[in-house]
């Protein structure tokens, strides 16, 4: 008996998944998951919690710059599987990369249910994206974030849908759950606020008070923890941030999800929002010519109106919230690669009126076919593109920007081999380069001495005299990399009220030992 085509489909599924899951594992299959420093606050956070110390990173500073509940994560996961925090980050990432390709394929099979095409073009995207599998091949909470986005965004379909309120419920905890995980997930906050209007939009005052309660209710405990938690110790809410610059942020974001789809040579050719420019007048085009109105309804349907909303909030965030001097790069789009499945479904919306209204004029199978043909050209872009890194990074160790610490140079080094067979147990750590020490060392690091004014030989004197202070004596791991950060007392400098002895040098690092006189 001939299988159905949802089975069909989901047959096609996992085997998509299981061959995403196996790129991630390639990509890291050298020397583990890409570490940034990012990551070492996550790990070490999670490290300090199994061993008592509490929601410390690897300064023995309190948490704020992130929520704690991924470093809570895989603290559980490493007391219950008794490995490694490091070797739970890996592998969490790998199985969240392949349920995303899942739950992106029922999310739109389920959303174009008489245009599954759309579903196999979709979760092959998510499958093929460079960036979408860097990310996943790092230690970071984008991909888990991700997923918990697409249970929220179904979630709330389901409710718009059937009326049910425990899917009402459902996305409120998952909002509450994702703000734990990034504090992006504000942008859900606000989204199932306009869900519920949307909701009860034939009574104005219902609309308005169901928006009230939803946001109150799922914003009270990340700002809860902000207050209460983060505000104590630095004087923010949800951690220091650099300013965002929103006209750089657009210019910026349009090239990094171009990107995605585009290759860069034309991209730099045609230029960024040239192209962006070409790209929406032709999309608008398209829907125009095969009825506006339509396209309207289509987008206003229950199923739709959760991602659409969703969309534009974190457009908006991405455009007015986020740092632009921190996420720059072309390749830094790990905030920008959470509106992709978001950016999927509306593409398959404007594909499903194209093709229907080609289907009235032409045959279907002449339709599909050239649609098969296109995707089918298409997809040698990002598969090019990924397997130039994932062959890389199985040569190397993880080569995508993210990584700037579980590189071979660094963790295969000679002053690695030397640090861990220090015996600093009693002695205090200090670096200019924390995340790298401790990711090496895996103990608390203490920043050495900064120094801020111009005078820094009396600056040093006033404040740090007697440093490091009785007890507290130990080595100085002083990372070259790090040396252009002028804001920490060299170990010359250091030397003017401490006495400090080299034990170790090379290309990459000296050791000192340090002891106050």
């Not at 929601?55 to 509940?69: A, I």
């Not at 995605?260 to 125009?288: C, E, M, T």
């Not at 890194?389 to 993880?398: E, H, K, T």
């Not at 200019?432 to 090496?440: A, E, I, Q, R, V």
């Amino acid at each position: 008996m001939p299988l159905k085509p949802k089975a069909v489909f989901l047959v096609y599924l996992s085997a998509l998944s299981l061959v995403g899951m196996g790129v991630v594992y390639a990509a890291t299959s050298r020397m583990g998951p890409g570490v940034s420093t990012d990551s070492a606050m996550i790990l070490s956070t999670a490290e300090n919690v199994l061993q008592g110390r509490g929601l410390v990173d690897y300064t023995g500073t309190e948490l704020t710059q992130f929520p704690p509940l991924y470093s809570l994560i895989l603290a559980l996961g490493s007391l219950l599987f008794r490995q490694d925090v490091f070797v739970v980050g890996w592998i969490l990432n790998v199985v969240v990369f392949g349920a995303l390709i899942w739950c992106t394929g029922l999310y739109l099979y389920d959303t174009f249910r008489d245009e599954p095409l759309f579903a196999y073009f979709g979760s092959f995207v998510v499958m093929s994206s460079t960036s979408l599998i860097q990310i996943s091949a790092n230690i970071a909470s984008d991909p888990l974030f991700m997923l918990m986005l697409l249970f929220f965004l179904m979630s709330a379909a389901t409710y718009l849908r059937s009326g049910k309120s425990e899917f009402a419920v459902m996305a409120g905890v998952l909002t509450v759950v994702a703000c734990f995980q990034r504090y992006a997930g504000l942008a859900l906050v606000i989204t199932g606020s306009l869900v519920a209007a949307y909701a009860h939009r034939t009574n104005r005052a219902r609309a308005l008070a169901s928006a009230l309660i939803f946001g109150a209710l799922t914003a009270a405990p990340i700002f809860g923890w902000g207050y209460l938690h983060n505000a104590p110790v630095n004087g923010t809410v949800f951690g220091g941030r650099l300013p965002a610059v929103p006209s750089l942020n657009f210019a910026t974001g349009a090239e990094k999800i171009l990107y995605w789809f585009v290759p860069f040579r034309i991209i730099s050719v045609v230029g960024p929002l040239n192209l962006l420019a070409g790209i929406v007048l032709v999309l608008l085009l398209a829907i125009l010519t095969t009825g506006g109105t339509r396209f309207l309804r289509t987008i206003s349907q229950p199923r739709l109106v959760p991602n659409v909303a969703f969309l534009l909030v974190y457009l908006a965030v991405l455009i007015f919230d986020i740092s632009y001097y921190e996420l720059k790069g072309i390749n830094t789009d790990r905030v920008h690669i959470i509106a992709l499945p978001s950016l999927l479904v509306l593409m398959s919306a404007i594909g499903f009126q194209v093709i229907d209204a080609a289907r009235s004029r032409v045959s279907s199978r002449l339709v599909y076919g050239l649609a098969i043909l296109l995707f089918a050209l298409w997809a040698s872009y990002p598969i090019s593109k990924s397997n130039e890194y994932v062959v890389a990074s199985m040569a190397r160790g993880d080569v995508s920007s993210y990584n700037s610490i579980n590189k071979g140079s660094i963790q295969r080094s000679a002053l690695a081999e030397y640090l861990r067979g220090l015996d600093h147990r009693g002695s205090t750590v200090y670096s200019n380069g924390c995340d790298t020490t401790w990711f090496m060392l895996r103990t608390l690091v203490v920043p050495v001495p900064t120094l801020g004014s111009s005078d820094r030989a009396a600056e040093l004197q006033q404040r740090y005299a007697g440093w490091p202070g009785p007890g507290t004596e130990g080595y100085v791991v002083w990372i070259n990399a790090e040396a252009h950060k002028t804001n920490y007392a060299t170990p010359a400098e250091l030397g003017a009220i401490a006495d400090v002895s080299q034990l170790y040098a090379d290309e990459d690092a000296t050791v000192y030992y340090v002891k106050s006189r």
